[in-house]
């Protein structure tokens, strides 16, 4: 398949299903689930320290250092794996990445909360590619405030690739909430382009 649009008001949105094979998915999971070197780091949350739901790792070039959440990330050095990815959805986007942040949600209970990727260092209209691996989980969608539009959610199957591009930061936040449902785990790699980086 290819990079399909989502049609949405002031959202560049793109979305191929089945970006990667199924057994060549399941393998770059169990990979990377493998390789990759995991923290969970803690946030603070209503003057509490708390860890956060979801182990998380940035890998890149050495200058896209990464602060979120009041969390800030000196990028590991790139992993032969995490560089044949980065070209491969570079030719896909027709993008530049210099930096990827994995999360790894290890069951329905890990999750992240509503943001948007609209960091000064990612820059005014950032591309982020979203690569999807393992149990399928839902990913929401809803508008920041002055926009009148409807809430939406994808579902995220293994191999999926979802490029959101342009203003779509601007004017929307996103989430992967909690499921009650058995499930197991799923690994999320964003590239990204830090700006500051070059």
Request: charged residues 20%; positive net charge.
């Amino acid at each position: 398949m290819a990079l399909l649009p989502l049609l949405r008001p002031q959202a560049d949105l793109l979305f191929d299903p089945a970006f990667m094979p199924a057994p060549e998915a399941d393998a770059l999971l169990a990979q990377l689930t493998a390789e990759v070197g995991w923290e969970q780091r803690a946030i603070r949350l209503f003057g509490q320290e708390i860890p956060q739901p979801r182990l998380t790792a940035w890998y890149g070039d050495a200058a896209a250092r990464y602060t979120y959440s009041g969390l800030s990330w000196e990028p590991r050095p790139w992993l032969p794996a995490l560089a044949a990815l980065r070209q491969r959805i570079e030719i896909a986007s027709s993008a530049r990445f210099n930096s990827v942040l994995l999360n790894l949600y290890r069951n329905g209970h890990d999750s992240m909360g509503w943001h948007a990727d609209d960091e000064p260092e990612l820059g005014p209209a950032p591309t982020i590619a979203s690569l999807s691996l393992g149990a399928t989980r839902r990913f929401r969608l809803r508008p920041r405030a002055g926009l009148a539009a409807a809430p939406f959610a994808i579902d995220l199957p293994s191999g999926s690739l979802l490029l959101m591009r342009g203003a779509t930061q601007q004017h929307w936040q996103h989430a992967l909430p909690k499921t009650a449902k058995p499930i197991g785990p799923r690994l999320n790699l964003t590239f990204r382009l830090v700006a500051s980086a070059g």
